[in-house]
């Protein structure tokens, strides 16, 4: 997992109020703090880092466009969060017709021969049947499993109610199993 | 064996549970062979899910950052109808003091006229309100010939507004009036108040 849930600093309570008045600078901080985290969501959402980066651009973009109706209710790194996985599902809706899901490059392994094939097949795999699932199911799990979000924190960053957030686990969960099952084997 | 704990081992795996749900499901997975299963087949899946590589080849930091800055418009803006909102919102005072001195006008200067017409000088004090035009000339001329008309019409006035209990309607008008802007305008102010706690406190919140 990337990023747990950050403590709450005064350092970027400054740093919004401070972009809220227009200071780049301070945008340009946060934009630094959250890319790590904002690119892997995206990434994980789309499953294309070229992709992914253009639309982190894009969500960060949106972010500085509507930060001065940001009210700290809820951590900035959920709302970015939020506005990331709205930016993902509409760039892979845009995309949906050119690219094919089985046809995204293998992505590059520094491991020796014999295993960095089989860690590169595995996890290709799972990349794939991440990418399989309904976007709103892929959402719910890229932020539990590869954000480490609580289910509170899920629920705030997409809007829906906690339940929602348990039974699209459940279910990503569920065909995640039976899709990687000759993998869960060796696991 | 209690029943099987199937449908909260995801929220149990991601300890997610708490109070008597959590130590139900201790309890039967304590002695449920099926559900231990199950729960180390979620481990081995969450394991499995972090073999999935992370995106690779990214743009450094710094140059990722200059690039958002390139793309940045120039401020923050916010939608227009929320601008208007705001500036309105802020006006209402304003609005209500203007109404409130609206209708003060109005009553004073609809108290005179009752008075003149009262006095019968009902013709000579419109005369005295209208401009010089021939239009106004033309209209005193109707004044005139018609002044019984206008003095019944003051007097059916008259009675109206000084009817309807002790102080007469023009005064009971007037209050509730200005007791309906009384209201609006701590409405306002208990509003702005309450925003302006909830903005204090969410900058000391978690962010």
């Known amino acids: 997992m990337s990023s747990r849930s950050a403590p709450p600093t005064e350092t970027e309570i400054d740093l919004i109020t401070r972009a809220q008045r227009g200071d780049r600078g301070a945008f340009g901080e946060l934009v630094r703090c959250h890319r790590e985290g904002v690119i892997n969501v995206v990434y994980r959402m789309c499953g294309d880092a070229n992709l992914a980066e253009d639309a982190a651009q894009e969500a960060f973009i949106r972010a500085w466009q509507h930060l001065p109706s940001y009210r700290p209710r809820s951590p900035f790194r959920n709302w970015v969060y939020r506005i990331a996985t709205n930016v993902a599902l509409d760039a892979l809706r845009r995309e949906r017709e050119t690219v094919d899901i089985d046809a995204l490059p293998l992505v590059a392994s520094g491991q020796g021969p014999e295993a960095a094939v089989e860690g590169m097949e595995r996890g290709e795999r799972v990349r794939q049947a991440v990418l399989a699932l309904p976007p709103a199911s892929r959402a719910v799990l890229v932020l539990r499993e590869y954000e480490g979000l609580s289910y509170r924190e899920i629920a705030d960053t997409l809007g829906v109610p906690m339940g929602t957030v348990m039974s699209r686990l459940n279910y990503a969960r569920n065909r995640l199993r039976e899709s990687l099952a000759p993998y869960m084997e060796v696991v | ?207």
């Open chain 2, 1 to 207: 064996m209690t029943e099987h704990v199937t449908a909260w081992l995801g929220a149990y795996h991601d300890g997610e549970l708490q109070g008597r749900r959590l130590r139900q499901v201790e309890a039967h997975l304590a002695q449920c062979e099926t559900c231990r299963a199950e729960l180390e087949s979620l481990r081995a899946l969450a394991g499995l899910l972090q073999e999935s590589p992370a995106a690779e080849g990214l743009t450094p930091p710094e140059r990722f950052v200059a690039q958002v800055g390139l793309r940045l418009p120039r401020r923050p803006t916010r939608p227009a109808w929320q601008r208007g909102l705001e500036i309105g919102w802020r006006l209402v005072p304003l609005g209500l003091v203007g109404a409130w001195a609206f209708l003060q006008a109005v009553f004073v200067v609809a108290g005179l006229v009752l008075l003149a017409l009262r006095l019968g000088a009902g013709g000579d004090l419109i005369a005295g309100l209208l401009p010089a035009s021939p239009q106004a000339f033309w209209l005193l001329d109707l004044l005139s010939l018609s002044d019984a008309g206008l003095r019944d019409v003051g007097r059916v006035t008259l009675e109206l507004w000084e009817g309807g209990g002790p102080l007469g309607w023009g005064f009971a008008l007037n209050l509730v009036s200005s007791a309906v802007i009384g209201l609006l305008y701590c409405s306002w102010l208990a509003t702005w108040w309450a925003r302006r706690r909830h903005r204090a406190g969410g900058q000391t919140h978690t962010v």
